[in-house]
């Protein structure tokens, strides 16, 4: 019995988070005596990370915790359906070069802007993922920006060159993206991972009912590092040994009521 109670107890807690599935994971540092906490979600997490960012897992002290991604944006635009050039959102640089040089942009990171720095007057910007895949966009500057959607659908890296009249310094800019959360009180830094093929994104009811607050602190991301405990099917391979408990606990649990009601039917 005290086995049966104990794979009772295993299942009712459920399994700690499996990890084994993601390549990769960053540190989040969050600051003492934090509520709701931001981290600013950079360049380098889209390459690494499933399209749309599906499979980022945040995990604390072996504990899953719900997050909600913000993303910055200008009322007007929003309301528009047009990012104007006086857009008042925040962004994140994704390159930055000379004009006409070839500017690295990593696969699946996306760009919402240009900006190019004492630029005027007319930009062309060419983006080349490979040969047979080109996308050239002509628009007008406007306060040294244009808006422009590049990277998101390209799945491999592309060489990016703008040009724009008397302009010198240029930069891919991407709208900023926040991971946002609750840590547990009292544990350790959460690790953010991500670079699971094929998994599935999850739909939190933390994110559904967010809010941001007022003033929110915001925590610091770490660099990106291999996850240690990464092995292909990982994530499949801890789930067959729960499964196998899960089935384990049901004909235990059946076994022992049908040998009490047999016992008792046998009782005169």
């Not at 604390?60 to 050039?85: F, I, N």
């Not at 808006?147 to 491999?156: D, E, M, S």
Request: with cysteine; charged share 25%; net charge neutral.
């Amino acid at each position: 019995m005290r086995v049966l109670a104990l794979m009772v107890v295993m299942l009712l807690n459920g399994p700690r988070m499996n990890v084994s599935a993601f390549r990769w994971q960053r540190t989040v540092h969050v600051p003492e005596r934090a509520g709701v906490v931001c981290a600013v979600l950079d360049a380098e997490v889209f390459p690494k990370a499933e399209p749309a960012l599906r499979d980022l897992r945040l995990v604390q002290d072996g504990e899953e915790v719900p997050y909600a991604v913000e993303e910055s944006y200008d009322e007007e635009s929003l309301r528009s359906g047009v990012t104007r050039p006086e857009d008042r959102s925040l962004y994140e640089v994704a390159a930055e070069g000379s004009v006409g040089a070839a500017l690295h942009l990593p696969a699946k990171v996306p760009v919402e802007r240009v900006a190019v720095e004492g630029g005027q007057g007319a930009v062309d910007v060419e983006a080349m993922a490979k040969p047979s895949l080109r996308e050239s966009v002509r628009g007008e500057l406007k306060n040294g920006v244009f808006p422009v959607t590049l990277g998101a659908n390209l799945q491999k890296d592309a060489e990016v060159r703008i040009w724009a009249k008397e302009g010198r310094r240029v930069r891919l800019e991407m709208r900023r993206r926040s991971l946002c959360f609750t840590p547990l009180a009292g544990g350790t830094d959460p690790i953010l991972y991500f670079g699971a093929e094929g998994l599935p994104a999850v739909q939190y009811g933390y994110a559904r009912g967010f809010t941001l607050p007022t003033a929110v602190k915001m925590a610091h991301m770490g660099d990106v590092a291999a996850n240690p405990a990464y092995r292909v099917n990982g994530v499949r391979d801890g789930l067959v040994w729960w499964k196998l408990m899960m089935a384990a606990v049901i004909a235990t649990v059946f076994f022992v009521g049908m040998s009490g009601w047999m016992l008792r039917r046998a009782i005169p």
